[in-house]
């Protein structure tokens, strides 16, 4: 009863430790510009999924031509494919015979300028949230982003909601409405700590002081750590870089991408347009049908001939099927992942802009 109560705590936060952190990193720069994916393992206390471990899906080299044109399909189909669930499982069980946390708490995937929102990380994500009160999260590490000086590392999610229409499998508009699923419901953010031992924890607070020139005394407790005098108060050191004026290639590698998927959505509500144009086609031809029908079974009544089936067009015609929504759902998400990035990046440059602008237009006054 103890357990079934802490897995009806929903998860708040996402603690990663900083080993699993610098394995992430490593394991997606050596496999760069494919995609890198492996396994979590860890802990749920409390709805915060602590993450105290990982290790990568193995690589399946490939030699023929179609082979390495679907390298990036197969690697991102990786925790699922069969050969790595029992390898998974054999790694599981080695950690829990040396005493390591050995509970599955997702998967990990690289990614490169945030392209990460399609069909094969949905259906990765699924695959570890599917069973009731699954506590498994994807953490996505951008490769591009992170070169740049930042670490990009999130966590997500399948909501609820997504996860009951995508158990069905119907992605038609009238799901769709009735469900009221939209495609910001997709994928729910989690907030993410890096945390570090006590023993790391100890060494970062000595890092910023000068070498000793004799030997170091044991602190008392974390006090003493926190208030060394030899430790530096200057918040930041003197960075000029913030002052170039160069507009970031990331800025338009993401305005390119974010072109493509507008044209991709454009293309996508082409093919519903033509679906509804073939709907309205067939249904115009299916009442026209039953208007011919419906008269000559009046004219077979008034001389006393046995009517004709009126439900025969079912076999003559055949309604087009309604494409599934999900493509266009997951490329609409892509689009505003992509938005945002754009957003968060010409924040800094206008602001550099606006501070030269008497400079760049000597005509006009600040």
Same mark, same amino acid.
């Given at each position: ?20 952190? @610098? ?19 860890? @802990? ?18 490939? !030699? ?5 044109? $679907? ?15 029992? =390898? ?9 015979? /040396?005493? /390591? ?20 990380? /949905?259906?990765?994500? =699924? ?20 070169? !740049? ?13 997504? @996860? ?8 038609? !508009? ?13 994928? !729910?953010?989690?907030? +993410?700590?890096? &945390?570090?031992? &006590? ?5 970062? &607070? ?21 208030? $060394? ?13 913030? *002052? ?11 305005? $390119?991408?974010? *072109?493509?998927?507008?044209?991709? &959505? ?7 347009? =033509? =679906?509804?144009?073939? *709907? ?5 031809? +299916? ?39 999900? $493509? ?24 550099? @802009?606006?501070? /030269? ?10």
């Amino acid at each position: 009863m103890a357990d079934s109560g802490l897995k009806d705590v929903p998860l708040r936060e996402v603690q990663v430790e900083a080993l699993v952190v @610098m394995r992430i990193i490593k394991h997606s720069s050596q496999a760069f510009p494919s995609y890198a994916t492996g396994s979590l393992v860890g @802990m749920d206390v409390n709805g915060v999924l602590q993450i105290t471990n990982s290790f990568p899906f193995p690589t399946v080299d490939s !030699t023929s031509s179609d082979d390495r044109h $679907d390298n990036s399909n197969s690697a991102a189909a990786a925790p699922r494919a069969k050969s790595n669930v029992a =390898y998974q499982n054999e790694m599981i069980k080695l950690l829990r015979e /040396v005493n /390591v946390d050995a509970q599955t708490t997702g998967w990990y995937l690289s990614t490169s300028m945030g392209n990460f929102i399609s069909a094969n990380t /949905v259906e990765n994500q =699924y695959f570890y949230q599917k069973e009731p009160n699954e506590r498994a999260v994807t953490l996505v590490h951008d490769v591009s982003r992170s070169s !740049t000086g930042s670490l990009s590392l999130k966590a997500f999610r399948l909501s609820s909601t997504f @996860m009951a229409a995508y158990k069905e499998g119907k992605f038609t !508009t009238e799901t769709i409405q009735k469900s009221n699923l939209r495609y910001q419901d997709i994928f !729910t953010e989690l907030p +993410i700590t890096i &945390h570090n031992s &006590h023993l790391l924890t100890s060494l970062l &607070h000595q890092l910023p002081a000068q070498p000793a020139k004799k030997e170091l005394s044991i602190p008392a407790d974390l006090a003493s750590l926190t208030h $060394d005098p030899a430790l530096t108060h200057i918040p930041l050191a003197p960075n000029f870089d913030s *002052l170039e004026l160069s507009i970031d290639p990331f800025l338009e590698k993401s305005c $390119d991408l974010l *072109l493509d998927s507008i044209e991709n &959505h454009h293309n996508e509500l082409n093919n519903h347009q =033509y =679906y509804q144009r073939s *709907l309205a086609r067939e249904q115009a031809k +299916i009442t026209q049908w039953q208007a011919k029908r419906k008269a000559e079974n009046q004219a077979r009544a008034i001389t006393k001939q046995p009517p004709l089936p009126e439900d025969e067009w079912q076999r003559l015609f055949k309604l087009p099927q309604e494409p599934s929504r999900l $493509d266009i759902m997951l490329n609409s998400r892509q689009v505003e992942q992509y938005a945002r990035q754009v957003d968060a990046f010409t924040a800094s440059v206008s602001g550099k @802009m606006f501070a /030269v602008k008497t400079n760049l237009l000597p005509g006009e006054l600040a």
